[in-house]
């Protein structure tokens, strides 16, 4: 992607703003807004800059974040010390994304940012989607309770994005001498790439009839 989604953190307490909003602006691809400390402020935020994911507690001063998540067509997601169910299932179905039970772990918040950012490479195509990417989309946003923290290997995939931004398709061959790296990895990471939406496949026929692929890296 070529811009930072734009993070609005709705927390009354000052400090746990704060907090949060350098959570976020750890993880590439993010920034964070200043915070807003109501539903009255969260609000008019929302309404003149637009941000990409809202970040909502459930106890504001002047309102709940549940209700805030009704009024608001912006995708969202909870961190809350709420951890009733009932709290927890109004939340999900009013369509929040995910939901933070405080006190929880920046690698938690970067688990799941990171997901958004997958899933939202995956939805940024125009047309239809198949139901496998809309599964691995899904996925993205709900990635199983062990993958917490950042992905391994995150270097090499880093790595492999930057060779692909050099610009133009290129084989598999040509990443991994690029990287320095196996090409049966290179297949590995541009196969990955490719499922989170990252990385275009497209087919490049040779002289002897038998299609190779080539990769390149999406468009924002």
């Not at 070529?2 to 750890?26: C, P, Q, Y």
């Not at 927890?88 to 006190?103: F, Q, T, W």
């Amino acid at each position: 992607m070529s811009h930072d989604f734009t993070v609005l953190i709705v927390e009354d307490d000052f400090h746990v703003g704060r907090l949060h909003a350098g959570f976020v602006n750890a993880v590439p691809g993010f920034r964070a807004l200043p915070p807003a400390p109501t539903a009255a402020q969260a609000l008019n935020v929302i309404h003149a800059q637009a941000p990409d994911l809202v970040l909502l507690d459930v106890y504001l001063p002047d309102a709940t974040g549940l209700d805030v998540l009704r009024r608001i067509d912006v995708d969202a997601m909870m961190l809350s010390a709420a951890s009733d169910p009932e709290t927890i299932r109004k939340a999900l179905r009013h369509g929040a994304l995910a939901y933070l039970i405080k006190p929880f772990s920046a690698q938690l918040l970067e688990s799941r940012l990171r997901g958004y950012l997958r899933y939202r490479r995956l939805l940024a195509e125009t047309g239809t989607l198949s139901q496998d990417r809309l599964e691995s989309a899904w996925q993205a946003l709900h990635p199983a309770a062990a993958a917490t923290g950042p992905r391994p290997g995150s270097a090499t995939e880093t790595a492999v994005l930057s060779a692909l931004a050099q610009g133009g398709d290129q084989s598999t061959a040509d990443v991994a001498k690029a990287v320095g790296i196996s090409r049966t990895t290179a297949q590995r990471y541009l196969q990955g790439l490719a499922d989170d939406g990252a990385v275009v496949i497209s087919l490049r026929y040779g002289a002897t009839g038998r299609p190779e692929h080539r990769y390149s890296a999406a468009k924002p």
